[in-house]
């Protein structure tokens, strides 16, 4: 008798199911998404049990890293009309007898965090390569002559009254440039600051109280 | 994964007919495509949101001179000071080379049986009271809000009289780390008062003879 021979088949995967379930997925991150955003610095924040969340809108950051320097952003405002940044610009650059060309202005409104001196803004605002740029982020100068962070934080609470002010440290920076720059916030009467931390939940019960010695 | 279609051989004879087309769209690159995106917007989304923690510091404006500053007890004043290396000094009282004698430095660290010991020690009756009304809280006993239970806690912490006051002290050397570690320990133990104050010379001294 003659074999019968199945015929030859390619096994094929149906992959129907799962182009399902990765389109959902994809939408569910795309309406989720909110970006990081770019950050001039690495910046390893310490930890602590605070479960307050940060504000997403109205607040200006100033961010120390390990090194030593100092990075400074403000948002636009929650009205995207304000426009508080490229208004923040404007300000700075009278304030320094520069003037930024109208382009440099709304790039600036774009952007995110920074840390050089209001002399190389505008290199840094008109440069094309990303490596030139990181050698500018120098940190904001905050010597005792020439204080540019005080301009930056005088002016920003000029520019959004509302804005609350949060400090994002690295864990390992000396508490020493923490301070001075705590101590710059305070002459410009900001006595409330945020400082950004990690979760890292810790739990302590009446168990933990050590009894009491008499 | 991507389909195959082989043709069928070993007709031999009979008419040639037009080839069967499969209805089949091959999903791959669709596939490839959305894997790719997915990773992308996986990476690029911050999950997790920052957390923040709130100080408040005094205002630094000179007081006014005819306003009287309260009087704090001096066995309820705990000093805490931060140095070098993670390193937590504490001792009790006023450190005044005038009024001997000098109150000695102990030497302790941020673990769980460190500082945090002797802040449950110090702030025992705060501590109870409010870990005591959370539990009411949790085992159903009582029912209250989310702002009710805060501005209880806000009350208990402002009614109490007992409670050490803490003073902490950073030195040059100590990093911003030890600062939130130290805000975090009176976040966690219920301290109703602290403040960040400047190191004195007299605390500076007392740093350098303390034990390593």
Known sequence: ?214 | MAEIIQEEKGKKGGKRRAKKQSTRIDMTPMVDLMCLLITFFMLTTAFSKAKVMIITMPDKTPNNPNEKQPEISKFRTLNILLSEGDKVYYYIGLADPKKPPMPTLIKTNFSKDGIRKILLDKNRDLFTKIAEYRDKRVTGKIVVSDTTLDNEIKRMKRDDKKGPIVLIKADEKAKYKDIVNIIDEMAICNIASYAIVDINSVEKDMLKTAPK
């Open chain 1, 1 to 214: 008798m003659p074999k019968i021979k199945p015929p030859v088949r390619t096994p094929h995967i149906d992959m129907t199911p799962m182009v399902d379930l990765f389109s959902v997925l994809l939408i569910f991150l795309l309406l989720t998404a909110s970006f990081r955003p770019q950050e001039a610095a690495v910046i390893t924040t310490p930890q602590s049990v605070s479960e307050k969340t940060a504000p997403n809108e109205d607040i200006m950051t100033i961010f120390i890293s390990k090194d030593g320097k100092v990075y400074f952003n403000i948002d636009n405002g929650r009205d995207t009309s304000t426009h508080f940044r490229s208004k923040l610009l404007t300000k700075i650059g009278e304030q320094y007898k520069i003037t930024f060309t109208k382009a440099e202005i709304s790039k600036f409104g774009t952007m995110s965090s920074f840390g050089l001196p209001i002399k190389d803004l505008k290199t840094w605002l008109n440069s094309k390569d990303s490596k030139e740029k990181e050698k500018l982020q120098t940190g904001i100068p905050m010597d005792s002559t020439d204080n540019q962070l005080a301009w930056w934080v005088r002016e920003a609470r000029l520019t959004n009254v509302g804005a609350e002010v949060a400090i994002k440290g690295d864990a390992d920076t000396d508490y020493k440039l923490v301070k001075k720059v705590m101590d710059l916030l305070q002459d410009n009467k900001v006595n409330k600051f945020n400082l950004v931390t990690n979760l890292q939940k810790q739990e302590v019960t009446l168990k933990d109280v050590p009894p009491a010695t008499k």
